[in-house]
């Protein structure tokens, strides 16, 4: 069982950066494939970035270039570092884990463990 919990959300303006951090429990954190995903408000949940267990990193062409997935395994977090913030940022971002998982597939939804979300707003 691995428990998820995100922090550093909160209101910023555009153009403004976050760090959003991902805390998991468990000794086996290395091997999770670590990914971010977000949601806004009548939309489906959507793909932003992730990162293999072997480190590999897969972003969103929306946020290529703006954000970086991070992960230190040492204190079992993963980070998703946001610069050059947009409105169309705002959702809840929502970190995930799923085991031994690596490639494109850290694309898809389907991942073993959610946390509960940070809300991220950006004004304009």
């Known amino acids: 069982q691995v428990q998820l919990v995100e922090s550093g959300g909160g209101l910023v303006q555009t153009g403004d950066f976050l760090r959003l951090s991902c805390a998991a429990s468990?000794?086996?954190?290395?091997?999770?494939?670590m990914g971010w995903f977000r949601q806004a408000p009548g939309k489906e949940r959507e793909f932003v970035s992730a990162i293999s267990w072997t480190g590999t990193t897969y972003y969103a062409d929306s946020v290529k270039g703006r954000f970086t997935v991070s992960r230190d395994n040492a204190k079992n977090t993963v980070y998703l570092q946001m610069n050059s913030l947009k409105p169309e940022d705002t959702a809840v971002y929502y970190c995930a884990a799923a085991y031994r998982r690596t490639g494109s597939s850290l694309r898809n939804p389907n991942y073993d463990y959610w946390g509960q979300g940070t809300q991220v707003t950006v004004s304009s």
């Open positions: 468990g000794r086996t954190f290395n091997s999770y494939g």
